[in-house]
Nanobody, 121 residues
Framework: QVQLVESGGGLVQPGGSLRLSCAAS????????MRWFRQAPGKQRELVAG???????HYVDSVKGRFTISSDNAKNTVYLQMNNLKPEDTAVYYC???????????????WGQGTQVTVSS
């Protein structure tokens, strides 16, 4: 059993900051990639940022220069530091990871339950 648990969402004013965390737990042998997605009401889920086990990062253009993804491999945890937040960043943020379990032959896709981020004055 593998679980991804997110935390750190909330209500913040425009220009403010939030830090999201996502901790993976369970019978984990290895993690290849950890990513953050978001889904706003009435919109499709979009990839926000990702980080590989080697530390390579990528971002959607709309958050470049404002969001930073990082990870603590020893804790199987990924973070998303969000600065200069805008109302259009309002969404449910989901953690996603490709994880290989012990005694498994392949990596599988896992999702967290989501955490709400609301940017409003």
């Amino acid at each position: 059993q593998v679980q991804l648990v997110e935390s750190g969402g909330g209500l913040v004013q425009p220009g403010g900051s939030l830090r999201l965390s996502c901790a993976a737990s369970g019978s984990i042998y290895g993690i290849s990639t950890m990513r953050w997605f978001r889904q706003a009401p009435g919109k499709q889920r979009e990839l926000v940022a990702g980080i590989t086990s080697g530390g390579t990062t990528h971002y959607v253009d709309s958050v470049k220069g404002r969001f930073t993804i990082s990870s603590d491999n020893a804790k199987n945890t990924v973070y998303l530091q969000m600065n200069n937040l805008k109302p259009e960043d309002t969404a449910v943020y989901y953690c996603n990871s490709f994880i290989k379990r012990y005694w498994s032959d392949a990596y599988s896709d896992y999702w967290g339950q989501g955490t709400q981020v609301t940017v409003s004055s």
